[in-house]
């Protein structure tokens, strides 16, 4: 299975600014997702990150608040804009092969506060 | 309606015994995976233990292992032998082959608690 490098893996930032996570995958990989996790709490999907397209929202978050890119089969960013305390949270990527007979791989997660 | 239900929030076991962490799903999709996946204090997500529609056999991984009973849609993760370690929030989820885009759907998760 495919192995995440995830960064920042922790910030502490200012309401109004904007905050960019990075996945990068050791392979080429069909899928590649965004979640949100509180803690404590299950994994709420952001986006399914679309290579050299637009990502494709879940009910409830837009591409104006969480611009994604996945230039690449290996690449993908998760932007947080004009931020709020409210947007303190755990964000994930997960990425894997869809036919795969496991589990995707997750990042490490980063843990933002907002302050 | 949801698709992954995990009805105990949080479970006491004994260390090295052995505890079932229950999962149901729903589905009308007749591909699908069933997957566990153990999340400790540190926040990794940690894939255990995959099931596949159509395999014939309970799946298993050292310790652990899935009793899947495709007529109820259950797919009950199993631990023997629980260490100190095992001590973290288990999730159950699912990924739709032929429908959801790939997507998983997880559930609420267990908390498991491994007392010494």
């Known amino acids: 299975s495919a192995v995440i490098s995830q960064k920042p893996s922790r910030d502490i930032c200012q309401r109004g600014t904007s905050l960019t996570i990075q996945c990068q995958v050791d392979?080429?990989?069909?899928?590649m997702f965004w979640y949100r996790q509180q803690p404590g709490q299950s994994l709420t999907l952001i986006a399914t990150?679309?290579?050299?397209?637009?990502?494709?929202?879940e009910s409830g978050f837009v591409i104006d608040k969480f611009p994604i890119s996945r230039p690449n089969l290996t690449f993908s960013t998760l932007t947080v804009s004009n931020m709020s305390p409210e947007d303190s949270s755990i964000y994930l990527c997960?990425?894997?092969?869809?036919?795969?007979?496991?589990?995707?791989?997750f990042g490490s997660g980063t843990r933002l506060t907002v302050v | 309606a949801q698709k992954i239900t995990q009805t105990q929030p949080g479970m006491f076991v004994q260390e090295k015994e052995a505890v079932t962490l229950d999962c149901t799903y729903d589905?009308?999709?007749?591909?699908?995976?069933l997957f566990w996946y153990k999340q400790p204090s540190s926040g990794e997500m940690i894939f255990l233990i995959y099931?596949?529609?159509?395999?014939?056999q309970n799946a298993t991984e050292g310790r652990y292992s899935l009793n899947f009973q495709k007529a109820r849609k259950s797919a009950n993760l199993v631990i023997s032998a629980s260490q100190l370690g095992d001590s973290a929030m288990y999730f159950c989820?699912?990924?739709?082959?032929?429908?959801?885009?790939?997507?998983?759907?997880f559930g609420d998760g267990t908390t498991l608690t491994v007392k010494p």
């Open positions: 997960s990425a894997g092969r869809q036919d795969a007979n496991y589990g995707y791989t």
């Open positions: 392979s080429q990989v069909t899928m």
């Open positions: 990150a679309n290579q050299g397209s637009e990502a494709t929202y």
């Open positions: 589905t009308s999709d007749p591909s699908y995976g």
């Open positions: 099931q596949g529609s159509y395999d014939q």
């Open positions: 989820a699912m990924r739709e082959i032929n429908t959801n885009a790939g997507k998983s759907t």
